[in-house]
């Protein structure tokens, strides 16, 4: 390799001011040949060269020697520039390049960093002091925030420990929880610190629903640019709640050399923390009716000891915005290590909304004070509810639903049992004597129960107004199945509109289908609970969906059930049939049904016998009974502005996970809304309202859905305004419980040992927090030079080539001609 100086290259041509300053230039053969084409390109040019001398060794004697020689020259200069343009000379320009390293600052964001620690053990108490200059008792009375000390120890001494750090090299600092985010590069020049200055590193709100170390000590160890990584700093708490071992990335970590320094932040003593763990109320009771609220207390690293216990209430005003508080009740419970409940009774004195909350007094050195607090959402109901009971024989679901509701304080019950004698007297709290007729008479009531009827007292007329009952007025509709007269009525010419009421498909009942429904049934099989029916109003025995169905599909089973073909679009499948015979293309047979007419709700229930469920225990038939009239009176009894349903995949959320929104809309006659996207609000509190967008699901009218991430603890609500007829809005809403994740407070001591195991795997070190001044100084962040060759530059031009081939052709040409060589 020759080294070319300036003035070669000007003589050659080669414009020197596209060449960087400080590079060296060097001559190169580009298309040199290698390995044993060397020896092949050698015997070409000597065998061209022989050819050429023996060639004119046998020119004319006419010609004289000399010239022999200068034209034998001529044509060897020709073939060596040939060879020599073929062979591709160029300039080779190489620059150094200095790399400086990285030294990567991994900071934990997790929710786990925004906690407060009491440092009950008086080294690790001392060592916090210190490291805040402050007195111990001064740190056990403040309890900082983890993420307190890390911007302290970062920042103080006008950022000492992040300069020193950005000394070593440049400074790359990421936050991590379950994923990786970079914050910033901080360049600084140690030998000219007024080139650049460090501003506060502040951490983010620590805010993450999950620690995933492994993968952020694997993004620290992939190269920036071909930089070295000299180190890699991770602050944290040690608490990794997803992903692999640390410890595995340690090991890489030492096979690409590059050492983990670990920072332990927070108490490794067991944590105290007392919380409300869960709150349980009915959705909707009827005013001066008591109802219970029941709490879930659930204590961690506590001992025996007693805590206040409060109710409280929230009156929702019409714009959405929170009344004031008002305690309810205070109650003592004695907490400990696990689990305690408490239980509140309260009669509503007036109708309306209310945020029902349970509220525990904090406990000295608690970890945590934002889960001493859960709410839930009450509708409080005014009136009697007005329920007319039909029935075309006295069954025994006739009689035990008839003397429950006459004892039940929040129903006025009005009989009519088709089989009585006209001289007897009906059954009832507000007896008659014949069946309403009129669109007075039956407007009256808030809810219509059949069972099993006779068509013979009813036409389409009657239907008419029914419909009207449901679609105009918002009443409700329950329709019980029997083997008697529901397929003679279901299935005659005056009484067959009724399937356009129900929430369910009939289909055609041919004659042999009359005949199999009246047979006798002798197997009982379980019901079948959905997952939409383990957690709906109707069947809700269990504030917990698993519980709730395990309870529903141990009472007694179906004997009969009516052959309805499946649910209507938008209608919601409760209970299905568990005989796998009865199944058919459309799915299992549906034997509870919850649905709505316009803004009416209905209820099909295909099977009778549910006064057996009373071998279980009268409450569980009782319970049903009454929460399926509250449940049908409510749209009626909220004015019949019900113009949908929202509902939520489940009630409570852990922070940063999605909420799956469906909703049912109606427009302003009740008929499913086209509309292909709505917009809607949450509410959460403290913050100001957020949109959210649901769109509608194909083929399913008056269906849409949506999502959100649960962001803000405590309750929320989601709102969708819908335009009425009059100009104005009908607001519906959804609340929703959002809490802080427990996988990241299941255990939230400072694991020591796994960051001093990470260290040491690697060829790091580990650093208590009032040792950290001395991390610079351990770490080792020489820098790298390489030498960069970039593309060489041609040194021959080819129109110049042409040119002085052309002349050296020209000159042979002519020396050849005078001597008469051609």
């Known amino acids: 390799m020759v080294v070319l100086s300036d003035l070669w290259l000007k003589l050659l041509g080669v414009d020197t001011s596209g060449i960087p300053g400080g590079a060296t230039t060097d001559f190169v053969w580009t298309h040199a040949p290698r390995s044993w084409w060397v020896f092949v390109m050698v015997a070409v040019v000597v065998a ?23 034209l034998a020259g001529l044509r060897i200069s020709t073939l060596l520039l040939l060879a020599v343009v073929w062979l591709g000379p160029g300039l080779a320009v190489s620059t150094q390049r200095v790399l400086e390293p990285y030294v ?20 690790v108490a001392e060592q916090v002091a210190a490291a805040l200059s402050k007195r111990v008792d001064e740190v056990r009375d403040q309890m900082p925030q983890r993420v307190v000390l890390v911007d ?58 999950s620690t995933n170390i492994a993968q952020a000590v694997r993004e620290a160890l992939r190269s920036v640019s071909g930089s070295p990584i000299a180190a890699v700093v991770l602050i944290t708490d040690g608490q990794n709640t997803e992903g692999d071992d640390p410890r595995m990335i340690a090991d890489i970590a030492r096979g690409q050399r590059v050492p983990l320094y670990t920072v332990g932040i927070g108490d490794p003593a067991p944590p105290r923390n007392l919380r409300v763990a869960e709150v349980w109320a009915p959705d909707s009771v009827f005013r001066d009716d008591p109802y219970l609220v029941q709490a879930q207390l659930r204590a961690d690293g506590m001992t025996a000891a007693t805590a206040e216990v409060q109710l409280i209430e929230h009156a929702v005003m019409p714009d959405g915005s929170l009344g004031e508080a008002r305690s309810l009740q205070t109650k003592t419970a004695s907490i400990g290590e696990g689990d305690a409940r408490v239980s509140f009774e309260h009669t509503p004195t007036d109708a309306g909304n209310y945020i029902i909350s349970v509220r525990i007094t904090p406990q000295a050195g608690e970890l945590l004070e934002a889960d001493n607090e859960r709410s839930i959402n009450v509708k409080v109901l005014s009136d009697q509810a007005r329920v007319l009971l039909v029935a075309g024989s006295p069954t025994w679901e006739y009689r035990m639903v008839s003397t429950l509701l006459m004892r039940d304080e929040t129903t006025e019950l009005s009989c009519f049992l088709q089989t009585m004698p006209s001289d007897m007297r009906q059954d009832g709290n507000t007896v008659i004597n014949k069946l309403p007729v009129t669109a007075e008479e039956l407007f009256e009531y808030d809810v219509l129960i059949f069972m099993d009827v006779n068509p013979s007292a009813f036409d389409q007329a009657w239907l008419d107004l029914l419909a009207t009952f449901l679609g105009e007025h918002a009443g409700g509709f329950m329709w019980m199945s029997g083997p008697q007269y529901t397929a003679q009525f279901l299935s005659h010419f005056k009484t067959r509109q009724m399937t356009e009421l129900l929430p369910v498909r009939i289909g055609e009942l041919a004659a042999m289908d009359i005949e199999a429904l009246m047979m006798t049934h002798t197997t009982a099989w379980p019901l079948r609970v ?25 009472m007694p089973g179906v004997y009969w059930s009516f052959p309805a073909q499946q649910a209507k679009p938008a209608a919601q499948l409760l209970i299905e049939h568990s005989d796998p015979r009865l199944n058919r293309r459309e799915g299992a047979r549906p034997l509870l049904v919850a649905g709505q007419y316009g803004p009416g709700r209905t209820i099909y229930m295909g099977f009778a016998g549910t006064w057996r469920w009373r071998k279980l225990g009268e409450k569980y038939f009782d319970q049903f009974w009454i929460q399926t009239v509250r449940y049908l009176v409510e749209g009626r009894l909220l004015g019949g502005r019900k113009r949908g349903r929202i509902a939520t995949d489940r009630d409570v959320y852990a922070a940063g996970k999605r909420v799956t929104i469906t909703a049912r809309l109606f427009d302003t006659a009740y008929e499913p809304l086209e509309l292909p996207m709505v917009n809607g609000q949450v509410r959460s509190p403290g913050m100001a309202d957020r949109e959210v967008q649901l769109h509608a699901v194909p083929n399913q009218p008056g269906q849409y859905q949506g999502n959100l991430i649960a962001s803000h603890v405590g309750l929320n609500e989601l709102i969708i305004k819908l335009s009425d007829d009059d100009g104005g809005t009908v607001r519906l809403g959804r609340q929703f419980t959002v809490e802080l994740p427990r996988v990241e407070l299941a255990d939230s001591r400072l694991d020591r040992q796994l960051l001093v195991d990470m260290a040491e795997r690697s060829g790091g070190r580990y650093f208590q927090i009032d040792q950290v001044r001395e991390l610079p100084k351990s770490i080792d962040a020489p820098t790298e030079s390489i030498v960069i060759r970039g593309r060489p530059i041609e040194l021959w031009d080819t129109s110049r080539v042409l040119i002085l081939l052309v002349i050296l052709l020209s000159v042979e040409w002519a020396l050849r001609k005078r001597f008469k060589l051609l």
């Open 48 to 70: 061209l060269l022989w050819a050429v001398a023996a060639l004119y060794r046998r020119e004319l004697n006419a010609c004289p020697p000399r010239i022999k020689m200068f």
């Open 104 to 123: 990567v600052l991994l900071i934990d964001e997790s929710l786990s960093m925004s906690l407060k620690d009491r440092y009950p053990d008086d080294e």
């Open 152 to 209: 302290h120890i970062l920042n103080r001494d006008d950022a000492l420990l992040v300069r020193e750090l950005a000394a070593l090299g440049k400074l790359r600092v990421l936050g991590f929880d379950g994923n990786v985010q970079q914050r910033q590069v901080i360049d600084y020049d140690s030998d000219n610190p007024d080139a650049s200055s460090i501003k506060p590193l502040r951490t983010n709100e620590p805010v993450g629903t």
């Open 530 to 554: 959905t997952a939409t029916g383990a957690d709906h109003a109707l069947l809700r025995l269990d504030k917990n969906p698993t519980i709730n169905r395990q309870m529903w599909e141990a």
